[in-house]
T-cell receptor
Framework: EAGVTQFPSHSVIEKGQTVTLRCDPISGHDNLYWYRRVMGKEIKFLLHFVKESKQDESGMPNNRFLAERTGGTYSTLKVQPAELEDSGVYFC?????????FGQGTRLTVV | GQNIDQPTEMTATEGAIVQINCTYQTSGFNGLFWYQQHAGEAPTFLSYNVLDGLEEKGRFSSFLSRSKGYSYLLLKELQMKDSASYLC?????????FGDGTTLTVKP
């Protein structure tokens, strides 16, 4: 069974540029979560999709972050414009019921 | 593949200490996570162990023994709000996998 897939695995961009991260959840999982771990800090929740609907986006840091999940399948997280403090590892997880499967994460570096 | 085993349910009294165990078998090991999940909510990160030993963070501590494929989450001074599912997750080769979770019920 394929796990949660995220790409790119690494991205290095300049401050002010735009980056789009993609997450492909496990097929059939309605719940999709985005998290991020900023350097030296804990993993923080960003938002939760149930199918294509945003169930909870209370963790989104500001309006430079936009998440979508058209059709309830894969999801994208766009950062525009990127700032230095956005550097970190962005994790995606999917779930169908209790417990969740995490992807390997995308390491974003803003220079 | 990966196989993770943790107890299905545990019950403890408010103010007590409880230890939730997790054993795992994995091809490749890149860390073990503990998460707390309240019903209907997203998992919340509690701890991350990649080296052997005890990591303490307030009322919660997590222990790892890589040679034994064993971890535990220790919760001290239990509060009613600690009633939740506690998920052990292992990052192996290629993906991260969660166990089925342990439902902890804290009683007055």
């Amino acid at each position: 069974e394929a796990g949660v897939t995220q790409f790119p695995s690494h991205s290095v961009i300049e401050k002010g540029q735009t980056v789009t991260l993609r997450c492909d959840p496990i097929s059939g999982h309605d719940n999709l979560y985005w998290y991020r771990r900023v350097m030296g800090k804990e993993i923080k929740f960003l938002l939760h999709f149930v199918k294509e609907s945003k169930q909870d986006e209370s963790g989104m840091p500001n309006n430079r972050f936009l998440a979508e999940r058209t059709g309830g399948t894969y999801s994208t997280l766009k950062v525009q414009p990127a700032e230095l403090e956005d550097s970190g590892v962005y994790f995606c997880a999917s779930s169908q019921g209790r417990g969740a499967f995490f992807g390997q994460g995308t390491r974003l570096t803003v220079v | 593949g990966q196989n993770i085993d943790q107890p299905t349910e545990m019950t403890a009294t408010e103010g007590a200490i409880v230890q939730i165990n997790c054993t795992y078998q994995t091809s490749g090991f890149n860390g073990l996570f503990w998460y707390q999940q309240h019903a209907g909510e997203a998992p919340t990160f509690l701890s991350y162990n990649v080296l052997d030993g005890l990591e303490e963070k307030g009322r919660f501590s997590s222990f790892l023994s890589r040679s034994k494929g064993y971890s535990y989450l220790l919760l001290k001074e239990l509060q009613m709000k600690d009633s939740a599912s506690y998920l052990c997750a292992v990052r192996g080769a290629g993906k991260s996998t969660f166990g089925d979770g342990t439902t902890l019920t804290v009683k007055p």
